[in-house]
């Protein structure tokens, strides 16, 4: 019996020692884990060589913002790049006598096209430094080879594939589809051009989106033929015959003139290595974002506010500013109040890259840019978008810079609702109603608008419409007839914003810099620190909170595979409130 005890307790021992035993390698695993990210981010940047040339790889989708996110870099993991850090590392490897020269590597890029022109132009201002930029192209569409062309010298793969084929708009029609089903669309909406609602109203394209989208497309082809046929000494015609053949390969390129020589990416690598210099090195994007701006000795004096509008605009508090692709009634309203009362802050720029969204909102945000704009100087600086209501909140700035391809205006209204009663019927549900009002069942699911509560909508949709172009002709100093005309949901590029007077000046985010040190009185010369709206998590920060996404409803497989503008949307529609009024981009305009 006695010998029966000690096997059991020898087993419980055992048992005993294999749960400390994992309990302590957890630890250790643990341990181990947060020593590498601590390393991570207390890691000083190393010392750079003399001759050292900036790898800037660009591929997939660009934000304007990005969280740092050191479990990448711990993982081997490329980080995510965004275009401010992709701006900034450009403008400092211009001023920085280390760095020899660039070798860009544009690679299916998905961002949109004022993104790609604002890169471009920020790689051109490096060429002016005398200093030389490589491209390599392997597999290269209209936007990699649009931004390759600034290059001094483009590379190709001999097996390589140049697919330049000009610009596609695919919209999509549902009315329908969501017959088949049962379900009915019932919007009302202000403008010729206001047909936000078309995809689920229509069974195919109106007239007025044709005709938006056609100069939509003829602007951006325009920049393409002109862009490479000034690039690469070419005629306009020959550029166009090439972009109508659409596909070459590299070595077909090549004779066309349209690359100038077929190598290996290791090949280049060890060629700018033994051509530019002695001891010439190769500095990855990641490592060379680490070097301060205080080892080039320049330290600024002076501070200009930054604030992000970037995303659908919603009802919201300060905490969900900047999360999810939304912008928050409250949040960025807060983050202005904050720059406005900065007595550090000269001058303020927003950065807007917005299809627009609640109408209330938005309206909340304008008047927070009226209130800072008594203060001090309120400069736009427009991304892709400043549509609706993302430009409901910038008319209101004292000057709007815009890119000629981003898309401006789309001054209009709409609201609705959709009515499920078929689709009830066809899986058997029946739901009854019980009112007191004549219209309580107004924005009910189970039937369309009567006559009487459409006209009450119409007259409600009206009544915001005006105030709109009221509000814009007020910020824009035109009469509101003036801006009826041009309004009427219309998108606009940014060269036709600038025609029209919806823009002021046409450039990119240096270009609203410069602009804002101009009205605080500051020299034109004189480096600037950039005090940022609204802080992002760090990665502790979020670690902390269990967060380690910048939201979950954004990293669903399918949600990735939609354009980034209707990705956002659709993880807005659970902000909207139900009849609210909405200042949201007509379309997609979804130009490939």
């Not at 029966?4 to 048992?15: G, W």
């Amino acid at each position: 019996m006695s010998a029966s005890i000690t096997r059991r307790s020898a087993m419980r021992f055992k048992e005993r020692t294999k749960i400390m035993l994992l309990i302590l390698g957890c630890f250790v695993v643990a341990g181990v884990f947060y020593w590498m990210l601590f390393a991570i981010l207390s890691e000083e940047p190393a010392p750079l060589s003399r001759n050292s040339v900036l790898e800037l790889t660009l591929s997939g989708e660009i934000p304007e913002r990005a969280a740092e996110d050191p479990l990448r870099e711990a993982l081997g993991t490329a980080p995510v790049l965004s275009l401010q850090d992709v701006l900034q590392v450009i403008r400092k490897a211009a001023r920085d006598e280390k760095i020899v020269g660039i070798l860009l590597r544009p690679e299916g890029m998905l961002t949109g096209w004022a993104k790609v022109r604002e890169i471009r132009q920020a790689l051109e201002q490096f060429k002016e430094t005398g200093k030389p930029i490589y491209a390599f192209l392997e597999m290269a569409g209209n936007k990699e080879y649009y931004l390759a062309t600034v290059a001094d010298t483009i590379v190709g793969i001999s097996t390589g594939i140049l697919f330049v084929n000009g610009f596609l708009s695919e919209p999509v029609f549902l009315k329908n589809t969501l017959a088949k089903i049962g379900i009915e669309a019932d919007f009302v909406a202000h403008g010729k051009y206001k047909n936000a609602p078309d995809m689920v109203t229509r069974e195919r394209m109106s007239d007025a989106q044709r005709e938006v989208i056609n100069a939509i497309l003829d602007q951006y082809y325009e920049d393409l033929v002109t862009t490479l046929a000034d690039a690469r000494h070419l005629e306009a015609s020959t550029v166009r015959a090439h972009i109508d053949r659409g596909l070459l390969d590299m070595k077909k390129a090549r004779e066309a003139g349209l690359v100038d020589t077929l190598m290996y990416y290791h090949d280049l690598k060890e060629y700018l290595k033994e051509h530019l210099g002695k001891g010439t090195r190769m500095v990855s994007f990641n490592r060379y974002k680490k070097v301060p701006f205080s080892r080039l000795g320049i330290s600024p004096k002076h501070t200009l506010a930054v604030v992000f509008g970037v995303g659908t605009i919603v009802i919201g508090g300060e905490e969900q500013f900047g999360q999810d692709g939304l912008i928050t009634s409250e949040g960025m309203a807060a983050s202005i109040r904050k720059a406005a009362e900065d007595k550090e802050v000269k001058a303020i720029i927003l950065r807007i890259d917005s299809p627009g969204g609640s109408g209330t909102a938005s309206d909340v945000i304008w008047r927070e840019v009226v209130r800072a704009r008594e203060k001090k100087p309120v400069i736009v600086s427009v991304s892709d978008l400043a549509a609706s209501g993302g430009y409901y909140i910038s008319m209101a700035a004292d000057t709007i810079v815009a890119q000629p391809n981003s898309l401006v205006g789309s001054i209009g209204v709409f609201a609705g609702k959709f009515a499920w009663q078929g689709f009830y019927r066809k899986i058997g549900m029946n739901v009854e109603k019980i009112t007191r009002g004549r219209n309580a069942d107004f924005f009910s699911s189970t039937g369309k608008f009567t006559p009487e509560q459409r006209e009450i909508l119409r007259q409600f949709i009206m009544d915001f419409y005006q105030d709109f172009i009221t509000k814009v002709g007020e910020g824009r100093g035109m009469p509101p007839e003036e801006v009826d005309r041009i309004a009427q949901g219309r998108v606009w590029t940014g060269k036709q914003g600038y025609e029209l007077g919806l823009v002021d000046v046409l450039g990119d985010f240096q270009t609203a810099v410069q602009i804002a040190k101009e009205m605080a009185g500051l020299p034109p010369d004189e480096p600037v620190k950039l005090k940022v709206y609204p802080h992002l998590k760090s990665f502790i920060e979020r670690l902390l909170e269990s967060d380690l996404s910048t939201g979950i409803s954004l990293s669903v497989p399918e949600l990735q595979a939609l354009p980034p503008v209707l990705r956002n949307i659709i993880v807005a529609l659970p902000h909207f409130r139900t009849g609210e009024p909405l200042f949201l981009l007509p379309f997609d305009i979804g130009v490939n």
